[in-house]
């Protein structure tokens, strides 16, 4: 039955089956995984007599009088009913459902649940209800009794406008006995010692579950079946890595002090740990595999400068791949600042082709690379595109490296290395950098075989921003202040969540703020625009005019969030703020306090009753990365910490996620991986993980 196509279920015609379509639901275990986005309590049961204004109730009660009408002028459309049961009378009134009207008669008993309201009397506006008569309590088989509408923790989904609610419960509800012919990723012995529910009871009880320990255990259910391929890919992966040969990168410990001696300030005590763990990984042999995560500004680039010194020192070249043209810039000036030109450094994206600081051919850089004249390759996703090869390929660096396509991320480390890499036999070292912290314990769940470095430390001398939450009556408050600190020879940033407005939208967007800001509140002032879908071309403009000093405040949607280093930026507004996450909050303050000056960021929503939010004042509180990562885990799910098609990760489920998830998932994991090394005994499993290793970066 779990294979059923959806239009074969009764009751579903030609409508729902397209309706289906575009929730991406064709068969009837796609029906059973489309689990509810939230519930609604209708637990709370009270005779009549006791409904309160205000709460939420189920109440019991024969219909007195059942009627539709109009309302105002005709405008408005209602069934209204009034409904007794011996402590009293309440009315129900549904709007724009006159049919209801022609499904009640006076004498059902009738079940409802809703907010009891007030309008003239006590009455509940469009309540949930069911026929107390056609609720059959003895319909157990599918593990669910009483009414699907009322009454009980009620399934909310995310659903076509074409696919009424209560024709999907009823859909659902019939389709249960089909979980049971789902396949199950997990050997009974094995889901019993770790304390697992059973799949079918999990999947009933994410639908129509009786109390919130059912759901809380159910979709911690759900969550290690759909975490479980990923982490038998990665012990699949680590098995073949295991037979791989590396490159032995000999540090230069003279080389380095003395570079380091140049340098006009001192290394973190974390930033020469990761330093020297990195130059021991690459001294092996084995390929390195290892994650560079900091907060922001603590130093990353510096570390993989390091990195790339020591690489070109042995004669092999340096990759590193930047998500965007602008950060690979940031990058490109950043390393020749530091180098100097006498490396061979280069930058290529799908603008510049550009060495030494010289603009050159495609072609002609191309050669350069291929040739081995150029040590140090920086780029986007341009560099992986083309013809480009390395004459000696020794290490890539890939930055903020889960803002990367998975297929572009596993360029070298498949087929096509060998071409690419320069070197048939062996495998270049990888250093994977972010700033959006991940919390140890995650990390170390996520990645079995990948060895951490993490930089706890900030530089000296950098004071944390001064995050505060503010109400719509302080509006100017805020633009005094970046008034004044523009008038004392800083910058600031104005970010929005949108670039286009839409019509039912309450958030600012990012054009039209920049013409309201403009005109209206900062007509002296130099403001620029930046959004993601500008032409690389303008995009560079108005960062190097930026940068420069030429804009004074840059109107900016999250594009800013990563690759962005501007010290003179002391200010930053951010509107809409309850529409990110905490961790994309912090990168993007962090865009500012790049330096030692007093900095503020104003958190703005589009309604102030959003205000005393728990996430916003967390981050108005906490300045580290590391905790408000675990936070924002924990609130809003793993898919809101890592992003969602771009994270590599195909999880189904990413709310349901959490850290004690992932660890069950990679215990359960080590112990198939240990009878059934190749999973020859769990084909579905087998595909699942062999389909995370033909797409996932090497980690």
Known sequence: MA???????????????????????????????????????????????????????????????????FGFRGRVSYAEATLEDGTGTIKAIWFNQTWIAKQIK?????????????????????????????????????????????????????????????????????????????????????????????????????????TDEQIDAARFRIAVDDILPQQLAVLLNKDIKDKEVGIAVKPNIEQVKTFLSTLPFTLTPSQKRAAWDIFQDMETGAPMNRLLQGDVGSGKTIVAILAALQTAGSGFQTALLAPTEILAKQHYDTFRSVLGSGEGIALLTRTFANTNGQEITRAELATQIKSGE????????????????????????????????????????????SQKSGHKTSRPHLLSMSATPIPRTLAMSLYADLSVSTLSHVPTGRKPVRTSVVPESKRDQAYEFV??????????????????????????????????LQKDVFPKLRLGLL????????????????????????????????????????????????RFGLAQLHQLRGRIGRNNFDCECFLFTTQDSQQDTKRLNALAKINDGFELAKLDLEERGFGDLFGKEQSGFMFRFPKFITVKALLAARDIAAEIHQTDPKLMKSPGLQAAATQYLADIHAE
């Open 3 to 69: 294979d059923i196509d959806i239009k074969n279920l009764l009751g579903v015609g030609s409508a729902f089956t397209k309706a289906f379509a575009t929730l991406k639901i064709s068969t009837v275990a796609d029906l059973l995984y489309n689990f509810p986005t939230r519930y609604m309590d209708y637990r709370k049961k009270v005779n009549i007599g006791q409904a309160i204004e205000g709460d939420v109730v189920t109440i019991v009660g024969r219909v007195k009088n059942i009627k539709s009408n």
């Open 374 to 417: 150029i040590k140090i390759c920086i780029g986007t996703h341009a560099l992986l595109q083309g013809k480009t090869e390395f004459h000696k390929l020794g290490l890539v660096i890939i930055d903020e490296q889960h803002r990367f396509g998975v297929s572009q991320r596993s360029f070298l480390f498949h087929d096509s290395s």
């Open 531 to 578: 959004y993601g879908k500008m032409k690389g071309a303008d995009k560079e403009k108005v960062m190097a005019e930026f940068a420069s000093g030429k804009i004074d405040i840059l109107v900016a949607t999250s594009v800013i969030e990563i690759g962005i280093d501007i010290p003179n930026a002391t200010a930053m507004i951010i509107e809409g703020s309850e």
């Open 483 to 516: 008034k004044k600190e523009i008038a004392a020879g800083h910058q600031a940033f104005v970010v929005t969540p949108r670039v286009e407005d839409t019509e039912s939208s309450e958030v600012r967007s990012v054009k039209k703020e920049f013409t309201r």
């Open 106 to 210: 006076v004498g059902d008993e009738l079940i409802l649940s809703g907010q009891v309201g007030r309008y003239k009397t006590l009455q509940l506006s469009n309540p949930a209800y069911e026929l107390l008569n056609k609720i059959d309590d003895e319909d157990t088989e599918a593990g669910v009794s009483g009414g699907l509408h009322t009454g009980r923790l009620v399934p909310i989904y995310k659903r076509s406008d074409l696919v009424p609610l209560r024709t999907l419960r009823k859909l659902v509800k019939e389709s249960l006995p089909a979980a049971a012919e789902l396949e199950d990723y997990i050997p009974k012995p094995i889901a019993k010692k770790a304390k697992l529910v059973p799949l079918p009871e999990a999947i009933t009880h994410l639908h129509f579950p009786e």
